[in-house]
């Protein structure tokens, strides 16, 4: 684990109250190292915009310290702190054209003119919008404009780069585009990136770690696929992708497995994470894909439970079918669309299961 | 489209009976316009009153005196008089009678005689200044001045000559802003003989002597539009002294208590009163005249000068002033007609006015802009 | 293109959407009708009374059709058929008394022509012209038969031998009916009908009934008018009423702008009299120096409102309005109580001894008073639109712009305020036009200096009644308004121009 003394980006304890009433952001830790694709990934109102807000220095930490590649950066004026930004509705000036914007943080650095046009005719070049230097922003697409923020705060280029829920205005399709380019534009560039979302897609497909904030404090923070397979808490494991949630208590841990006897009075196994005794309250977490129906598919040892298929929806490339489960309606497993494929009927009568280490016994 | 065509049909019939009710006078009211403030209060309790329960007729009154002949004009190319009498200064009342737009009367006619047999003609005198005017009163623009701002050890201001002292009177003036008395004065102070005043005035070495005169206070001068300016700069002492109407500096003094003096000198004559719109119905003329009548006649004219100090135009009602209304102190004493008062006394020329007026107006205000 | 019932598509469109319009002009009827009746119509009658010169014509329809014969440029008053001319011509307008309103316009362009008409209005009946109707009447009592005459004037034979006669009788006639409400064949003619009958006798026309002339001592019209007032055989009087008596003049134009007619064409007036374009040049200064002051305090106060939360905005704009819910002469006379000389603020800074009690400070009845009072009255023309516009410039590009590296002056100049600027214009075109026409503020703080050249046109429609140099002022206010807007449109853009959205 880096700690604050070497990260390039880090804050400390840092605590932000707009009212002086309540925390939006409460202990806040964070500490990234150079050149990272960071994604902060919560729900509205969790506190990840203020935090971009705080280090990009429009918002002023109520308490603790943020630092800047060892530098206190509390103090400083954010047109002093050099950092990029994309702006979730970009922010492009409408009265400057685009190479006038692109050329606006090269001219209040006092750069030379012939600098200048070089820099922004390589940044357009990077973006693939060289043409359109002499347009104004209203004249050009969502993605467009998108790609115009994108080379305006790298133009100078900075050493961090902030985003703001940059691709939240664009359609399915080019959003998708523009994930994979931004990436790429970041690992080449060697650029430390704050990347701002409530997308979990993107948070997954675009980062090298993704803290995930909920009520004020980074509820985990962990690489795309340790978030998705080994949620800490039941937030993660509800808020990131599609979860079962079965509820019941602890009766009986042993190292790394424990039994957990559910509400409905079965009983099965799961992984224990966040509970640390017999008798706690948790919240199991299957992932619908991890689900088996399929007896000889099944673990041999592993506690199955009966289920009711209730729907079956056809969704191209899976299958999602909707099971009544130890009393809940709301099991869902998903099954690939392959050849051998089953296709369950509603009504019909199965029985479950999973391999223990998918099922994780988390935080009530 | 039914409904907007009913709903345009509405609309105009609602205008067009709003039109009619506006232009419909009441068989049993009149609408008379004067000034406003003390002198209409003056009016309602010496005419208007005496008159309403006399004759059961309603009076409305309009206080749009100042802007009368503008509107008069305006109602006669509108071909609709709202007005039934109309109180104007003299100079006005020539102007109208000029355009056409205030009736000719024949005074002895139209006007009760004197309780002594007199006629209306030679009881009211030289203050018939046009056919079409109708006297009621003579007030004077007249000088008051802060008996606290007087130097030690000087005399206080006696008369409008004073306005022009400004070694023995320091401090700020407050003049009318039109040619009217300021030209007379400037001459007069400046050793012009009175009756030599509006020969001169009709040179431009006599106009320009005036605004010579005129040019040794200009800076020292607050120019007034509305009578009741000069009453409000002495009481706020924003100046020494200043010309207005002889009936509002009474009221700054006697009724408000305020320390300023009346300089009497010179005090510039001036007469108000009646004049008949051209183009009333006969009914409505008919009823005008009756009204005239009755508040003309030398009582009448006496009582108003129980409630102002503007003296009756009728010789006849001279005798009969008597105390004010309210205060109870004599009022002969505050009349610009008063001898003592009219020592010296400026007789307006409005015939000359009327020709002159344009053109001193002109350089008048090209005067006071340099 | 077909549409299905076979017609052309372009014909079928255009009578689906008639209906529309129809229905919509319906709609806007009621308002379009009020705007032209409330507003078009009168300035149209503003336009016309600027030029409109009739009342010459009209008043003297003859003496200007004999004037047409008098050379204007010699020095000599005109001769004889001129003032038999006028003589019938101010007779009559005496009777209708036309001739005191002839008076004043004439006096507008040549003082004392008023009191020389007066005058000749009430002397013109006294002329000794009666000579002619006892010459005529003694010759034969026919004459002074108004049913004779009736007669006369019926026979197309003696209407062709008599011109001036049957002109004038007719006049008469027709004033008899209008004015007196008589039947002219039982009124006796008057004398000025005789007049006219000698002089077509004296040029040798046939009379009805033959009279011995040679008795008759002829009267010298032109004598008795000279006798009235020398004026009238003052060729300068002539070249006035003959100037003035086309239909139409620019004469007030001229005035409006310090210029006159005079002998050798338009030239500039007096410099005693140089009056307008000096209003002209103050009025434009002043209502600039207000939009610009209004622009200055009025730029912060919008950009607070727009910027504050919701709350504190309100209050805000609150006291922003907090003028307009007050009456504008209790505003305008607060302002009296603080700037004069004795008033409040001059108080406050003898007070804090910042100046001397002798020399306190001139703030009313000057320009300065006009300028303080007015920016304060149209200051919420300037804070609303400003407001409208800044409220739609996202507070992200100020972030993006310091995020850039600009500091906060850099950032509110190159970004913020070139966005801000439809406001400004929007506030700038209302504020300077509003104060262009403003009167009753400078009216009554402006003093002598400080005044606009609206209150020159009150003046003139209320008081001096020269409702001719009033309209043409305005008309040139308004051309000069509606020059600055084409400027502005052609420099700004007037669609860049913002009051809200």
């Known amino acids: 684990m880096l700690d604050n003394e070497n990260a390039f980006v880090a804050f400390d304890r840092v605590q932000k109250s707009y009212d002086g009433e309540t925390l939006v952001v409460k202990d806040l830790n964070l500490a990234m190292p150079k050149g990272e694709f960071l994604t902060m990934l919560g729900p509205s109102g969790s506190g990840k915009t203020t935090c971009l807000m705080m280090l990009a220095g429009f918002e002023t930490a109520t308490h603790g310290d943020i630092t800047l590649d060892g530098i206190s950066i509390n103090n400083i004026p954010p047109h002093k702190r050099g950092i990029g930004m994309v702006f979730q509705n970009y922010a492009l000036f409408p009265h400057m054209t685009v190479a006038e914007n692109l050329s606006f943080p090269l001219e209040v650095r006092k750069m030379g003119k012939s600098e200048r046009e070089e820099k922004v005719k390589r940044a357009l070049d990077m973006v693939q919008m060289g043409s359109f230097a002499g347009r104004r922003p209203a004249q050009l697409s969502g993605g467009q404009q998108q790609r115009i923020a994108l080379a305006r705060a790298l133009v100078f280029e900075p050493e961090l780069v902030l985003m703001d829920e940059p691709l939240g205005a664009l359609d399915k399709q080019l959003r998708e585009t523009l994930q994979f380019e931004i990436t790429n534009l970041a690992h080449d560039l060697g650029i430390t990136t704050v990347y701002v979302t409530h997308d979990q897609t993107e948070a997954l497909t675009m980062s090298d770690r993704v803290a995930v904030f909920d009520d004020g404090r980074i509820q985990q923070l962990a690489p795309p696929d340790e978030l998705y397979e080994k949620p800490q808490n039941s937030f993660v494991a509800q808020f990131i992708g599609e979860n079962n949630t079965l509820e019941g208590v602890v009766q009986e841990i042993q190292g790394e497995t424990c039994i957990v006897k559910l509400d409905s009075g079965d009983i099965i196994d799961a992984v224990p994470v966040n509970v640390s005794a017999v008798g706690d309250r948790t919240k199991v977490s299957i992932r619908p894909e991890r689900v088996e129906f399929k007896r000889d598919r099944l673990h041999a040892d592993a506690h199955t439970l009966k289920a009711e298929v209730l729907e079956f929806i056809y969704m191209g490339d899976i299958f999602r079918t909707r099971l009544r489960v130890a009393g809940t309606d709301e099991f869902v497993i998903k099954t690939r669309n392959a050849p051998d494929q089953a296709r369950l009927k509603p009504g019909e009568m199965i029985e479950i299961g999973w391999l223990p280490q998918d099922c994780r016994a988390l935080d009530a | 489209m039914k409904t907007t065509l009913k709903l345009m049909a509405t609309t105009c019939l609602t205008l067009t009976a709003t039109m009619a009710v506006a232009d419909g006078h009441m068989a049993n009211e009149m609408t008379i316009v004067s000034w406003g403030g003390a002198y209409s209060a003056s009016q309602d309790n010496a005419y208007h009153q005496p008159y309403i329960a006399q004759s059961g007729i309603s009076i409305i009154n309009d206080e749009s005196a100042s802007e009368a002949v503008a509107k008069l004009r305006a109602m006669n190319e509108a071909g609709n008089i709202t007005w039934d009498l109309v109180d104007v200064e003299a100079a006005d009342a020539i102007r109208l009678c000029d355009e056409g737009l205030a009736m000719e009367v024949d005074v002895d006619e139209v006007l009760a005689a004197a309780p002594d047999g007199t006629s209306a003609t030679d009881d009211f005198g030289g203050a018939l200044v046009s056919d079409c005017f109708i006297p009621q009163i003579v007030f004077s623009t007249t000088f008051g001045y802060r008996t606290d701002m007087v130097p030690e050890g000087v005399e206080p201001p006696s008369g409008a000559c004073d306005v022009f002292d400004l070694e023995t009177y320091p401090g700020k003036r407050a003049l009318n802003r039109n040619p009217i008395a300021n030209m007379e004065w400037a001459l007069l102070c400046d050793g012009v003989a009175y009756e030599d005043v509006y020969d001169m005035l009709e040179t431009d070495e006599g106009q320009a002597q005036a605004f010579a005169k005129l040019d040794t206070i200009k800076d020292q001068t607050i120019w007034w539009t509305a009578g009741a300016e000069t009453p409000q700069l002495l009481a706020d002492g924003e100046i020494f002294m200043g010309s207005t109407y002889n009936g509002r500096l009474f009221s700054l003094i006697a009724e408000q208590g305020q320390p300023v003096g009346m300089a009497w000198d010179w005090q510039m004559f001036d007469l108000d009163g009646w004049v008949i719109p051209t183009g009333l119905s006969e009914d409505r003329l008919a009823r005008t005249l009756d009204y005239v009548y009755f508040a003309t006649d030398t009582q009448r004219l006496a009582d108003q000068a129980a409630y102002i100090s503007y003296g009756p135009t009728r010789q006849s009602s001279a005798p009969l002033v008597g105390k004010h209304a309210t205060l109870g102190i004599d009022m002969a004493p505050h009349m610009p007609t008063e001898p003592s008062n009219a020592e010296n006394t400026f007789y307006n020329n409005y015939l000359w006015w009327a020709d002159y007026r344009d053109d001193l107006d002109a350089k008048f205000q090209a005067w006071l802009a340099q | ?501």
């Open chain 3, 1 to 501: 293109m077909l549409a299905a019932d076979g017609r052309p598509l372009k014909a079928s469109l255009n009578r689906a959407l008639r209906r529309q319009k129809i229905r919509a002009l319906f709609l806007i009827a009621p308002l379009l009708i009020f705007i032209l009746v409330s507003f078009v119509m009168p300035i149209f009658d503003m336009l016309l009374r600027s030029v409109e010169n009739q009342i010459v014509g009209n008043t003297l329809p003859r003496t200007v059709v004999a004037l047409q014969d008098w050379d204007e440029n010699a020095d000599t008053a005109p001769d004889e058929v001129v003032f038999a001319a006028l003589y019938t011509d101010i007779a009559l307008a005496a009777e209708y008394k036309t001739h005191t309103r002839l008076g004043s316009r004439l006096n507008y362009e040549m003082t004392g022509i008023s009191s020389l008409f007066r005058k000749t209005g009430r002397a013109v009946g006294r002329f000794e012209t009666d000579v002619y109707t006892e010459a005529f009447q003694a010759a034969d009592p026919a004459y002074a038969d108004p049913a004779q005459w009736a007669g006369w004037m019926q026979d197309d034979n003696i209407r062709a031998a008599l011109p001036q006669t049957t002109n004038t009788y007719d006049a008469w006639a027709q004033m008899i009916v209008e004015e007196e409400n008589d039947i002219p064949a039982e009124e006796e003619p008057w004398d000025f009908v005789y007049t006219a009958l000698y002089a077509d006798a004296a040029g040798g026309a046939a009379l009805p009934i033959s009279v011995d002339l040679s008795a008759i001592e002829p009267v010298s019209l032109q004598a008795s008018f000279a006798e009235i007032d020398e004026d009238w055989i003052d060729p300068d009087v002539w070249q006035t009423i003959k100037a003035f008596s086309p239909s139409y003049t620019d004469g007030y134009f001229l005035n409006a702008v310090d210029l006159l007619r005079g002998a050798d064409g338009v030239e500039q007036r007096p410099e005693n009299e140089r009056l307008y374009i000096g209003q002209f040049i103050n009025t434009f200064v002043m209502s600039l120096s207000i939009m610009g002051m209004c622009v200055l305090l009025g730029y912060p106060i919008a950009w607070l409102l727009a910027n504050l939360p919701a709350r504190s905005a309100n209050l805000l704009m609150i006291l922003v309005l907090l003028p307009f819910w007050t009456s504008l002469l209790v505003r305008t006379s607060a302002w009296k109580v603080l700037l004069q000389q004795q008033g409040v603020i001059n108080d406050l800074l003898v007070w804090m001894r910042i100046i001397a009690d002798d020399g306190r400070l001139t703030m009313i009845n000057n320009q300065t008073g006009t300028i303080i009072a007015m920016t304060h009255i149209l200051l919420p023309f300037m804070i609303l639109p400003l407001y409208s516009v800044m409220k739609t410039i996202p507070p992200s590009y100020l972030r993006a712009a310091k995020s850039l590296g600009a500091t906060d002056w850099t950032a509110f100049w190159r970004v913020y305020f070139p966005q801000s600027v439809p406001g400004i214009g929007a506030g700038c075109i209302l504020v300077f036009i509003l104060s262009i026409g403003y009167y009753i503020t400078p009216e009554l703080v402006g003093g002598t200096k400080g005044v606009f050249i609206s209150n020159r046109i009150a003046f003139h429609i209320s008081s001096s009644l020269n409702w001719g140099l009033a309209a043409a002022l305005g008309t040139i206010l308004l051309t000069v308004v509606m020059v600055l807007y084409w400027m502005y449109d052609k420099i700004v853009g007037i669609d860049n121009v913002k009051l809200g959205g």
